[in-house]
């Protein structure tokens, strides 16, 4: 009876499904159109059933979840948008690289080398990445399981380095071959990564062995690779075909582990390539723009040598911080490697994320530098430095109120440095965790002094009287901080953006003061980058114009401007509960052209009724991604909010608010946004593909599942249902039984309701 009891009780109630192992294969730029067509292709002539890919076949869209519509949030970048598939957050970083305004300390996001030499030297720990999240507070995946339950592969976000691995890797890649081949491919280039992947995949594959490891990842940036150097189909497909092998290997292994029917594969890239066969991507140098007159004669920062400079300097892997001076330059002739004016994030690919040295310091520099240069007669000269006093006196109370907030911030943070300094352990050697304090403190240190130092003279910048001006007792680095850009633009000076003295020298008005108008040269910014021009494009399929729209914050709405008749905004506002809703709202009406082109997509979902009407309403965010996915920019509505605007601060202690600072001023003023199969990877100008704006090709990524018998995976789903990198760690956290609340992104409920 008790047998026949329970067999009914089995049979009535529901399989719970059990998750004890999550595996993750990190694939760099895989674009899911590219996918799916050779998944559909047949292998060859008599091979009619099997597919080109058979492992992606069979084991993903046949026996898993195929999203047909996930996409990369934010920038279509590997660092922001790996950031967000690792921890299931908000974007805290928004490039490759960034820099801080006030100091310009480069945060390096994909540069290993450091890592690795500072991780020998007990220097370092984790990639600068990590660092950063780490100090947020923000939690990567990996972090909720236990050091000796989980496996990390080499990859940005990366904690530790796994020594014996890259030393198996390095001998491999080394041993047994002479030294004039290794001097050749020194040259042309070591084919460490092939050696790492390899490695790293045997040591995965060895771990899935050991039933106590239960998260595993493994990363390749092969296809990327290749993309972003050749449109060739052939070496394209190549590289696709051995993800497939990869993912066959990997699965076969999985069959033969202890845990094959409670471990979950996953396949994600972290956005997709916009690459044709018939069309060669163009490059465009903003670097040697900014340089002209035309782009204002300014000295361009960037964080590795451009394309024109890559010769042996070029190789050196520790480089962070590059200046190209201009030869143009009217008030800065000279002063490039003390005074850059222009940070531009070299790796641009369809953007070029740029930051612009504050319009009113450059208003002062100018103005102080004829002050202390230049002779003048009397009454000009008490004119010129009334007009330098006065624009100062603009912007004085503001920039007080920065300086004293970031000096009590300051204060608070000397006191946890303290703290933490008194902490650690005397015995040695530290273990991790008292590395990374070390490490944390030293950079905390680092911004101490550098921000002190920019506090110290602006602080005098803003204290100086017209007596010390007239007298000369002051230099220009007194009061006019070396290596920073000070505090952001807005609109208005990145469309009057001063650039020097006019030609004509100082012009007085009737009433014997400084006509600022006709003393200054300026830039409309918008206007100027809207205007460039190629004379030598021989490609029917692309624009003769790289530049496509830019896109600026405006408090927490974004302007997208592509010319000054073709101006949106995009305004957000955030719900009692948290909830975020916006709207697209064109300067003067709709019409075609205008950024996003939604106005004219046949693929904007939003049914029979007006799009005017509906465009200009607030919606959610989920009801937006229902109607743009499909569209020419995808998703990039809501993409380009994630990427301009902050969350709302939350900062509650001087250490929170200090937090909330150094995000701020890591942000840039603008970003401009490519044509279509143009790019502005001013280090390597692409051919093959690239991506970073939201074309369709760009964003459309790669989310795949499948698992074994008692994860509750579904079998051979295909997920219309749109989604984007923020539900990847909700649905896995939710399919291990450790859901949390917190987590802005919704799971993905087709693959996680059948566990429930």
């Not at 051995?242 to 890239?269: F, H, M, N, Y």
């Not at 692309?542 to 008749?565: H, K």
């Amino acid at each position: 009876m008790s047998r026949i009891l329970a067999g009914f009780l089995l049979f009535i109630l529901p399989c719970v499904a059990k998750v004890d192992r999550i595996v993750i294969l990190k694939v760099d730029g895989l674009p899911d159109e590219l996918v799916e067509k050779y998944v559909r292709e047949p292998a060859g002539a008599g091979k009619e059933g099997r597919s080109r890919l058979p492992w992606f076949d069979q084991v993903f869209r046949k026996n898993g979840v195929w999203m047909a519509n996930y996409y990369s949030r934010g920038l279509s970048l590997s660092a922001p948008s790996w950031s967000i598939l690792d921890t299931g957050r908000h974007l805290v970083i928004r490039g490759n690289s960034e820099a801080d305004r006030y100091t310009l300390r480069a945060y390096d996001y994909l540069n290993f080398f450091p890592f690795y030499l500072g991780y020998a030297r007990n220097k370092r720990m984790d990639m600068p990445g990590v660092e950063v999240l780490d100090e947020q507070g923000v939690r990567l995946l990996i972090d909720r399981f236990p050091p000796d339950q989980r496996f990390q592969g080499f990859q940005l976000f990366q904690r530790g380095v796994s020594w014996v691995t890259l030393r198996n890797s390095l001998g491999r890649t080394f041993m047994g071959k002479p030294a004039k081949e290794l001097f050749d491919e020194w040259q042309t280039g070591l084919a460490l990564g092939s050696s790492i992947y390899t490695q790293t995949e045997r040591e995965l594959i060895a771990n899935l062995n050991n039933p106590n490891i239960r998260y595993l990842d493994f990363f390749t940036g092969e296809y990327d690779h290749t993309a972003h150097l050749s449109n060739d189909p052939i070496a394209q497909f190549h590289t696709v075909e051995q993800i497939d092998a990869l993912i066959g290997r990997i699965w076969t292994a999985i069959g033969k582990s202890p845990l094959p029917e409670t471990t979950v594969l996953v396949l994600v890239s972290d956005h997709g390539m916009n690459t044709s066969e018939d069309v060669y991507s163009q490059g465009y140098n903003l670097v040697d723009w900014f340089n002209s007159s035309a782009g204002g004669a300014q000295h361009v920062l960037t964080n590795r040598h451009p394309s024109t400079e890559f010769k042996l300097k070029g190789l050196d892997p520790f480089v962070t911080e590059v200046i190209t001076p201009s030869s143009e330059s009217t008030y800065l002739a000279g002063q490039g490697s003390s005074y850059p004016t222009v940070m531009l994030d070299l790796d641009g690919n369809e953007r070029a994320s740029i930051g612009l040295r504050n319009n009113t310091l450059n208003t002062l520099q100018v103005l102080l530098d004829q002050i202390l240069n230049k002779q003048f007669p009397k009454e000009a000269r008490r004119a010129l430095i009334q007009s330098f006093i006065d624009v100062r006196d603009g912007v004085r109370a503001s920039w007080l109120k920065d300086l004293d907030e970031l000096g009590k911030e300051l204060n608070a943070l000397d006191e946890r440095i303290a703290q933490e300094q008194a902490g650690l352990p005397s015995k040695k050697p530290l273990d991790k965790d008292a590395k990374r304090s070390v490490r944390r403190i030293e950079n905390w240190r680092e911004e101490s002094r550098g921000y002190g130092e920019y506090r110290t003279i602006v602080g005098r910048l803003l204290a100086v009287n017209s007596a010390e001006l007239d007298a000369g007792k002051v230099k220009m680095e007194d009061l006019i901080p070396k290596k920073s850009l000070g505090p952001s633009n807005s609109k208005a000076d990145i469309e009057h953006y001063v650039v020097g003295p006019a030609a004509g020298g100082l012009v007085l008005d009737d009433r014997g003061r400084l006509d600022l108008e006709r003393s200054l040269r300026r830039v409309n910014y918008l206007v100027s980058l809207g205007a460039i021009r190629v004379q030598n494009n021989t490609q029917a399929e692309v624009s003769n114009r790289p530049v496509d729209f830019i896109a600026m914050r405006e408090g927490s709405d974004v302007v997208l401007w592509s010319a000054p008749d073709k101006e949106v905004r995009v305004e957000s506002r955030m719900d009692e509960a948290g909830k975020l809703s916006l709207r697209y709202v064109p300067k003067k009406e709709f019409e075609t052209g205008l950024p996003l082109e939604l106005w004219e997509d046949p693929k904007l979902e939003i049914g029979p009724g007006d799009r005017a009407e509906w465009l200009r309403d607030w919606h959610s965010e989920r009801e937006w991604f229902r109607a743009v996915h499909a569209t020419r920019y995808s998703n990039g509505i809501i993409d380009v909010v994630e990427a301009l605007v902050p969350a709302p601060s939350k900062a509650v202690t001087l250490l929170d608010q200090y937090r909330d600072h150094k995000e701020r001023l890591r942000q840039i003023d603008m970003i401009v946004f490519a044509r279509n199969h143009w790019n502005f990877n001013v280090r390597g100008l692409n051919p093959g593909g690239n991506h970073g704006a939201f074309f369709q090709p760009s964003t459309h990524a790669v989310m795949l599942f499948a698992g074994g018998g008692e994860t509750g995976v579904p079998k051979g789903l295909r997920e219309e249902e749109p989604y984007d990198s923020l539900s990847l760690v909700p649905t896995l956290l939710n399919l291990l039984g450790r859901a949390e609340a917190s987590l802005p992104g919704p799971m993905i409920e087709s693959v996680v309701k059948p566990a429930n």
